[in-house]
């Protein structure tokens, strides 16, 4: 959409990552002070927080699309402002004593479900096939599968991409007998 991302992290891996995809990686401190639109997408808890709502422009907007309304700090904010009102549905404008506005989408609920339509069935029906596969495999061997939480086999999520891509349409390649011996046999392959 054009929009200038920066993206922060907690993860170096992720973080260079983001870096190496042309991303602007920062401190959250960092990006309070230049963003115009915070999205939390964490699945942790208060990553925005008064520390951050202090150094915020007039006018930013945060939402969270993460896990739970804890990402955004909603006392924190709500700490600092001296009045709120509800602009339009959705849309809290919370006034800081400094006179800033900084306006919170759906209450800091899951923005995508709370205040659009939620997800569309083309996400979820993957979502729903690896859970009910996951079930099926439950049925199956949960009798003899301890009391911890397993990793969904690689198998399983192929299995799903590939009866997504066909009806999608798509094709895929498929490696050829020399190129499987060549990434596979140490003698022959690099
Ligand atoms: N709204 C939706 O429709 C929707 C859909 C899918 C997933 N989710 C939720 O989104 C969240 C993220 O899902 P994911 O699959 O991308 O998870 P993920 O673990 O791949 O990504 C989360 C990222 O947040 C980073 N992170 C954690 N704490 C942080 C912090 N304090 N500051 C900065 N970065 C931090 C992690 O390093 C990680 O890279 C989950 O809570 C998931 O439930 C929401």
Not at 5 to 20: H, N, S, T, Y
Request: hydrophobic share 40%.
């Amino acid at each position: 959409m054009g929009a200038n991302v920066i993206v922060v992290e907690v993860d170096p891996l992720k973080a260079l990552e983001a870096v190496m995809d042309g991303y602007s990686v920062m401190s959250s401190l960092e990006a309070a002070a230049v963003g115009d639109v915070f999205v939390t997408v964490t699945g942790d808890t208060s990553i925005i927080r008064k520390e951050h709502f202090e150094r915020m422009k007039d006018g930013a907007v945060v939402c969270n699309t993460g896990h739970y309304d804890c990402e955004l700090n909603i006392p924190d904010l709500a700490g600092l402002a001296k009045s709120v009102r509800e602009v339009r549905a959705n849309n809290d404008e919370y006034t800081m004593k400094d006179g800033r506005r900084i306006y919170l989408l759906a209450k800091g609920r899951l923005v995508n479900l709370a205040a659009a339509e939620g997800h569309p069935s083309e996400v979820m029906d993957m979502s729903f096939a690896n859970q009910f596969l996951s079930l099926v495999r439950l049925a199956r061997e949960g009798k003899s599968m301890g009391k911890k939480v397993y990793t969904i086999d690689k198998a399983q999520d192929t299995e799903i991409a590939v009866v997504k891509l066909s009806t999608m349409g798509r094709k895929i390649d498929t490696l050829t007998p020399a190129q499987v011996a060549y990434l596979t046999d140490f003698a022959s392959g690099t």
